[in-house]
């Protein structure tokens, strides 16, 4: 006797999940990639991205950088950023992030935990914060992520949910058309994407014909800081 059709396609899915056989692409492939970090326009440092499978269908999202120059350097200033999440259709829905800061004055730490079986987000940031959960909400350190992986799906425009220290913010980002963009790994025909409702937050440039990681990120604040590409290689 035959098995039914339905009997075959579950024991090709428990096949494809014992021998980590890859069903779906993700929309961000893995990847590292090297980075200067200028200070307005100074160079002060170095960066490396990381994108990487993790366990249970989960991805971590690593971004290390030190100071090598200026006052950064004196300082021995160095972080350490770490995202753990899920794609979620093109999202990547928050789990958890820590982020450390080390010089040789002080050391500083913060963190957000999503707990989705109870819809709440506990944010560790000078303080105790807890809310609610939005449906595909994220943490900062992952919107280049969110806004390649929309690019790579046709996107010119991106509503963020983002959990910042103490409720979820909802960032509005939009695509600003080609620029060529010069970087230490060469120039791109880049796709430049900013955020169109007024608050801090970073610009990008991608081509994501060429390259998954972000050509150049540009974060607006107290102080402007950049990251400009000078390597990558799929993990």
């Not at 829905?93 to 987000?121: C, E, N, P």
């Not at 449906?135 to 992520?145: D, K, Q, Y």
């Not at 509005?172 to 796709?191: C, E, I, L, R």
């Not at 801090?200 to 540009?218: M, R």
Request: proline share 6%; hydrophobic share 40%.
């Amino acid at each position: 006797m035959r098995p039914c059709r339905k009997t075959s396609l579950i024991f090709a899915f428990a096949l494809a999940a014992v021998c980590g056989v890859a069903i779906g692409a993700p929309p961000v492939p893995a990847f590292t990639a090297h980075y200067r970090v200028l200070q307005n326009g100074t160079p002060i440092g170095e960066a490396t991205l990381t994108l990487a499978p993790a366990a249970n269908g989960t991805w971590t999202f690593t971004t290390k950088s030190r100071g090598t120059g200026g006052l950064a350097s004196l300082l021995s200033a160095s972080t350490l950023e770490v995202s753990t999440f899920k794609w979620v259709g093109d999202l990547p829905q928050g789990i958890s992030y820590d982020y450390t800061m080390k010089t040789a004055l002080k050391q500083k730490q913060r963190q957000v935990r999503f707990d989705w079986a109870k819809h709440l987000i506990d944010v560790n940031d000078n303080g105790r914060f807890q809310f609610a959960t939005q449906p595909g909400a994220l943490e900062r350190h992952t919107i280049p992520l969110a806004l390649a992986a929309g690019l790579a799906s046709g996107k010119t425009r991106f509503t963020l949910p983002v959990a910042v220290r103490d409720r979820v913010e909802e960032q509005h980002y939009a695509v600003q058309g080609k620029q060529n963009t010069s970087v230490p790994a060469g120039n791109f025909d880049a796709t430049r994407v900013a955020r169109t409702d007024g608050g801090e937050g970073i610009q990008a440039w991608f081509a994501p014909a060429k390259l998954p990681a972000p050509v150049k990120i540009d974060q607006r604040g107290k102080n402007d800081f950049s990251l400009e590409l000078e390597s990558w290689a799929k993990r």
